[in-house]
T-cell receptor, first 115, second 117 residues
Framework: AQSVTQPDIHITVSEGASLELRCNYS??????LFWYVQSPGQGLQLLLK??????LVQGIKGFEAEFKRSQSSFNLRKPSVHWSDAAEYFC?????????????FGAGTRLAVHP | GAVVSQHPSRVICKSGTSVKIECRSL??????MFWYRQFPKQSLMLMAT?????????EQGVEKDKFLINHASLTLSTLTVTSAHPEDSSFYIC?????????????FGPGTRLTVT
């Protein structure tokens, strides 16, 4: 079955430090992958997505992610974290199943940023 | 960019009453809308997929008679929580797919916080 695993429930980094959030997926075909960010009490905002082509994807707010098929991973990175990046981050895979299309989300990683 | 709104953003109701939540795509047409439920500090759980003009498809374990979904137009879907109980208290988020978007992207609403007392 399709699934998304985010191994890190909670990560704390210092402002200005680099960041990597891990995401592993399980999907039989070529995956459509997404990273979303959610601020407290808010909906989800798309950071970036991967469908095909260049495996290094650039997103908004200085984020990027790299698709590695051999590792079934789609890790999110940022070279220098800002205090405003503190939020919940969700990795998701788009699935096609029985005529229905839907997103399957990971459990999320909560990012805290120390000044 | 595509915008999805939800109304109300926050609602408190008494146990046994029904509550309706609206989800609107403001600047695009959405043949498909999705309803999610999110418990505190947890991920989004897909409740149902709503297609315009047809019955919604509910995920396993979601009571269709309790969570009524109507997708009457290409810009509006509603979720009605019937005979609400405190355990229905949660954050409900909708999303929509653009009819003309082949990129399979979903645009998310800001969410509705439901509290049942």
């Amino acid at each position: 079955a399709q699934s998304v695993t985010q191994p890190d429930i909670h990560i704390t980094v210092s402002e200005g430090a680099s960041l990597e959030l891990r995401c592993n997926y399980s999907y039989g075909a070529t995956p459509y992958l997404f990273w979303y960010v959610q601020s407290p009490g808010q909906g989800l905002q798309l950071l970036l997505k991967y469908f095909s082509g260049d495996t290094l994807v650039q997103g908004i707010k200085g984020f990027e992610a790299e698709f590695k098929r051999s590792q079934s991973s789609f890790n999110l990175r940022k070279p220098s974290v800002h205090w405003s990046d503190a939020a919940e981050y969700f990795c998701a895979v788009f699935t096609f199943s029985g005529g229905y299309n839907k997103l399957i989300f990971g459990a999320g990683t909560r990012l805290a940023v120390h000044p | 960019g595509a915008v999805v709104s939800q109304h109300p953003s926050r609602v408190i109701c008494k146990s046994g009453t029904s509550v309706k939540i609206e989800c609107r795509s403001l600047d695009f047409q959405a043949t498909t809308m999705f309803w999610y439920r999110q418990f505190p500090k947890q991920s989004l759980m897909l409740m149902a997929t709503s297609n315009e003009g047809s019955k919604a498809t509910y995920e396993q374990g979601v009571e269709k008679d309790k969570f009524l979904i109507n997708h009457a137009s290409l810009t509006l879907s509603t979720l009605t929580v019937t005979s609400a109980h405190p355990e229905d208290s949660s954050f409900y988020i909708c999303s929509a797919r653009d009819l003309e978007d082949v990129a399979y992207e979903q645009y998310f609403g800001p969410g509705t916080r439901l509290t049942v007392t």
